[in-house]
Every structure is written in C-alpha cells, then in structure tokens.
C-alpha cells in the first residue's frame, strides 16, 4: 500500500503527461515556455484571483513574498507553532523573527485568540516590530481567514497564506490561495496539487505587487532580462512541470478533489466513534493533504503505527516536533506554556494513507486494523 499513490495517478494519465512532457522537449523551450503562462492563467482563473506568479517550490514563494514587503531584522512574523518547517524558516531567512502561536486541537490551525494575545504581547515587549503573520491551511483545511482577516486589518498587519497543503480548499465558495494580501503554494509531489520535481505559486489581487514578484523572481529584472534593478532570486517554474501541471490539473478539477473527499468521508464515518478524527468546519472544504487523527497519547500513537508497518500499512507523523522545539530556532525565546496544544499534538497525531486513487478495499484494511488495535 502507497501512503499517496503517484504511480496509479500516472497510469490513469499517461497519455496526457507523456504527450505533453514530448511537446516540451520537442520544442527545447525549457525555461518560461508557453505551457508556464497557461498554467498561471489557469490556476489564476481557478484560484479567483488577478494574478498567479509560478516559482521554483513552495519556499521560495513564501521568501519571494517577505521580500516583496520587505520583512526583515527587526520585525515580527507571526506563524503556528504546528507546520511544515519552511513557514519558519522564511522568516528568519529574512532576517526577521518569527513568533510561534498555538493551534486549536481540533482543526490544527492557528488560533485567533493565541495570535491576538501574542501580537499584543510582542507589541508590549518592544524589541520586534509586528509585521505580518504566515497562517497555514494544515493538512488541507483553510485556517480561519474571516478573524484572521479581521487581527490583520485591527493590527495593521499583513497576512500571507501558507496555501502548499490547502491549494483546492474553500471556505464558502471562496477558495483557498485567494485569502490575506497574498498567498502561496507548492506543486511539492505528494501535495494536493503536485509536479514531477519542486515547483511553487504566488497568488494575489494587488498589481503593484504582482510586478514586483515577477521581477525578484527573475534576478530582480527590469525591463528586460539583462536590466537588472534590485537584488532578487532564481527562482522559476520550469516549462516541463508546468506542462506536467496542466493534465494533473484537470485531473484535479475533473474528479481528484471530489475523490479524496470520499475517501476522507469514509474515514471519518468508519473510525470517527473510536479515534480523534480531523474536524472540518462548517461551510470549510478541505483538500486533504493528510488525513490525520489523534490517538490518546505516545505510546497508543507508537504502538498503533508500529502494527500499521507490520502490515505493510504506511503512516507519518506530521509533525513529530513543534517549531519552538526546533534546534535551528534555539536561539530565540519564547513561552513554552503558551504552546502547549501544538507540544501535546506532535505526540498523538498520526496522518494514514490517503489520496484519490485509494480503493475501498484498501481504506477498509487499515481501518480494521485500527480498530482490532483498539479492541473495538
Ligand atoms: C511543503 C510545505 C512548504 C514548502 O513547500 P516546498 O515546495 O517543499 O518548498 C511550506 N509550507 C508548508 C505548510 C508545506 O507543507
């Protein structure tokens, strides 16, 4: 059994992907050929957005936004506890500091109430200046962009949406990488949305920023490539992951999407009256980055993951540690009782297999395993 089953996506599209994969090497035209600015188009379009700006993967988007706004020593970045280390990582790759808020148990997203205590806190202290916060769409679901929207507005602050698990997602009708300032995501290939290597997107209404993107994107250009006139990055998406992108794409429109959330349903009617399972909100649709449950503590967590392995069922902790926990952060100082959902959470989460391909038959065999572990 796959954890998310990437070659069964390509034995469906093959066809597709190796025509389009022919095209591009046919035409040898490797970096910015046509196939990038119709992936933008369409993803723009589908997103409900003005603009979408294709990069290199899902960090260098986060970074190319920082340094868009021009974060760096001295601010504040406000973050969850609870992520994927590159939301972190961004921030101090700027030179700024990043602020760790807690995340609610039940959604794994970060908590307004936490955010709002720790801004007001930061702003108390003195010695960083509160500049932004990076909310994450954990494991699929948008974080809870109506208050989010509203401390980012009271606090003068800009809000970025860490979209590379949630691209697909919606509150509403309102899709998820069109909430905050700007948005980003990653075509990573086991995320919702994924390519054949790394790739990444910037998403945002604000035209004066979407030009901007697009040249610290480009080594800073101006007018032309060889018109250089800030200090940027490399950072593109090449023409054979978008090409890769567009047939994936449709895919993930056509029926991906609707699949996984079958397949999250089964779940969660199967094992929701034993374990912990993932709570999406009302009028919130998840694109089911993981599927992830809770389990009493550690060693239940431990023992449950260890029988899953004896039966060729794969499973991951996402994630084993918390951001403040995180050697490369032991620098910076922080309230570890302020973080204490995220500390319980990294010992009872476990993410099970899931993807759209996955059968009933496949689900049903780590479900009963799960529940004879459990002895129900
Ligand atoms: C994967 C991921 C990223 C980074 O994306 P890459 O394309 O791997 O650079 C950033 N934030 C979150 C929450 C992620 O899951």
């Not at 910015?32 to 899902?58: D, W």
């Not at 992830?292 to 991951?316: F, K």
């Amino acid at each position: 059994m796959e954890f998310r089953d990437l070659k069964k996506q390509y034995e469906v599209l093959k066809t597709q992907i190796d025509d389009e994969i022919t095209k591009v090497i046919q035409a040898s035209n490797f970096i910015s050929g046509k196939q990038v600015r119709e992936l933008e188009e369409q993803l723009a379009e589908y997103v409900g957005c003005s603009h979408c700006i294709t990069c290199a993967n899902g960090t260098d988007a986060l970074s190319l936004v920082l340094m868009a706004w021009n974060i760096g020593e001295n601010d504040a970045v406000f973050i969850p506890d609870f992520t994927f280390f590159a939301t972190g990582e961004v921030v101090s790759f700027a030179n700024a500091t990043p602020i760790f808020v807690d995340v609610e148990q039940d959604t794994y997203n970060i908590d307004p109430i936490k955010l709002e205590e720790a801004i007001l806190q930061t702003i108390k202290e003195g010695s960083f200046t509160p500049k932004a916060i990076i909310s994450v769409d954990l494991f699929g679901q948008p974080a809870n962009y109506p208050e989010l929207e509203r401390i980012a507005a009271k606090y003068n602050l800009y809000l970025l949406e860490d979209g590379a698990q949630g691209f697909g997602g919606r509150i509403g009708t309102k899709k998820a990488c069109s909430f905050g300032n700007a948005a980003t995501t990653s075509f990573f290939p086991a995320k919702p949305l994924g390519c054949y290597g790394d790739g990444g997107a910037i998403f945002t209404n604000n035209d004066e920023l979407a030009v901007l993107l697009r040249s610290l994107s480009i080594h800073g250009k101006g007018s032309f490539k060889y018109d250089n006139v800030r200090i940027g990055m490399n950072s593109r998406l090449d023409t054979m992951q978008a090409a890769i992108l567009l047939p994936k794409f449709k895919a993930f429109k056509e029926y991906e999407l609707s699949d996984i959330n079958k397949a999250a349903d089964y779940y969660t009617s199967s094992l929701g009256n034993y374990v912990t399972i993932p709570v999406i909100k009302d009028n919130y649709y998840s694109s089911w980055a993981q599927y992830t449950i809770q389990l009493n503590d550690a060693e239940e967590r431990d023992g449950l993951q260890q029988v899953l392995r004896e039966n060729g069922i794969p499973s991951m902790i996402y994630y084993p540690k918390p951001m403040h926990q995180q050697t490369a952060f032991s620098n910076l100082t922080f309230d570890e009782n302020a973080l204490h959902t995220t500390t319980i959470l990294c010992t009872r989460v476990l993410a099970l297999p899931i993807h759209p391909y996955m059968v009933k038959d496949e689900q049903e065999i780590v479900i009963q395993k799960i529940l004879n572990y459990l002895k129900k």
